[in-house]
C-alpha cells in the first residue's frame, strides 16, 4: 500500500511544482496592469490638478454632476484607484519570488481577469527551477502524508466494523 501511495504522491508533486510557474505567469500579467492602471490614474490626477482639484476633490465633482456619464466616470475611476491599490499590495507581496507571503497574497486576494489570463496562457512544465523542485518535494510529501492518514482512518475504520 506504501508503494501505491509513494506513487500516487507523484501526482501530488508534479501539481505542487506548478504552483511557481503559475505565480509567474500571474506575476507578469500583474506588472503590466498595475503599469496600465497606473498610467490611467496619473492621467487623472494631473487633469486634476490642471482643473485645480485633488483626485478626491475631482472625484467628489464627478460624482455630483447632473451628467450620468461624468458620474459614471468618477465610479469608474474610483474602481481603477482601488484596484490599483490591489495591485501595487501584490507586487509587493511577490517582490521576492515565490514566498509563503506571494502565495497567500494571491490565494486571498488574487485578481480575477489576471490569474483568468494567466490560466488560460499556462502550460504545464517539468520543474526546473529550484523553487520549482522544492514545491514538488513539499507536494509530494504532503499528498503521501495525507494518503497515508486516509489509509489508517480506512483500515481503523474497517478494523472497529469487524
Not at 450620468?68 to 490599483?84: I, K, N, P, S
Not at 495591485?87 to 480575477?112: F, K, W
Not at 499528498?143 to 475504520?157: D, I
Amino acid at each position: 500500500m506504501q508503494r501505491l501511495f509513494a506513487v500516487l504522491s507523484l501526482l501530488g508533486a508534479l501539481l505542487f511544482a506548478q504552483i511557481p510557474e503559475l505565480l509567474q505567469q500571474y506575476r507578469q500579467r500583474l506588472g503590466g496592469a498595475a503599469d496600465e492602471l497606473t498610467v490611467i490614474v496619473r492621467n487623472f490626477d494631473e487633469d486634476s490638478r490642471r482643473s485645480g482639484y485633488d483626485r478626491s476633490g475631482a472625484l467628489g465633482v464627478m460624482a455630483k454632476n447632473p451628467e450620468q456619464l461624468v458620474r459614471d466616470q468618477a465610479q469608474r475611476m474610483t474602481e481603477y484607484v482601488r484596484r490599483l491599490d490591489r495591485l501595487n499590495e501584490q507586487q509587493s507581496a511577490m517582490a521576492n519570488g515565490v514566498t509563503p507571503a506571494a502565495i497567500l497574497a494571491v490565494v486571498v486576494d488574487y485578481d480575477q481577469p489576471i490569474m483568468a489570463q494567466a490560466w488560460s496562457a499556462y502550460a504545464p512544465a517539468l520543474p526546473t527551477t529550484l523553487t520549482g523542485i522544492v514545491f514538488a518535494i513539499i507536494g509530494w510529501c504532503l499528498t503521501y502524508a495525507a494518503l497515508l492518514v486516509l489509509g489508517a482512518v480506512a483500515g481503523s475504520r474497517g478494523r472497529v466494523a469487524a
